[in-house]
């Protein structure tokens, strides 16, 4: 079987997932601090319009904000390692017929999952509109969120297409 462009472009592409989620877990984890402020803001929606009927949403107590991080944190390690992982898989399949490389291809779901579930539903459903992120000028995630779940779903639909 030859190896076709497609093949490795798949290949680099989840690759590279991996990369960039590993360095946003990464910098979390080696920078615990830097981000930290983000997690507490969101959370107590001190810097949201403050409206009285949304406000009993807020969150005050510290450990909570801390398993929060820990949370997204951990998504972040799940979607790197799951993005590793299906690059190896498809990187030992490059040279298989293609129902092999196409069933390869199954970890890159999984992966895609983890990403999406911390991007979209971490940042832009519970923090954007149960926390009310969207309103906050300062601590408003939603646009690097929705720039990394959709290069994510970008990604899953090119190498999703049958070899």
Known sequence: ????????TKIAMVAALALFAGLVAFSNITDYAANRPFVQH???MDTTFRD???????????WI????????????VATAAGFAFAAARL????????A???????PVHLAALAGFLVWFVGFLAVGGEW?????????????????????????????????
């Open 42 to 44: 969101v959370l107590s």
């Open 52 to 62: 009285p009927a949304v406000m009993y949403r807020a969150i005050e107590a510290p």
């Open 1 to 8: 079987i030859r190896m076709t462009a497609a093949r490795w």
């Open 91 to 98: 990187l030992a399949a490059r040279a298989a017929p293609s």
């Open 131 to 163: 926390f009310e992120m969207w309103q906050s000028p300062t601590w408003n995630g939603q646009e690097p969120a929705f720039r990394f779940y959709m290069t994510i779903l970008a990604v899953l639909i090119y190498v999703n297409q049958p070899d």
């Open 65 to 76: 904000r801390t398993a929060g991080y820990g949370a997204i944190i951990a998504g972040e």
């Open 100 to 106: 092999v490389f196409n069933a390869a291809k199954a």
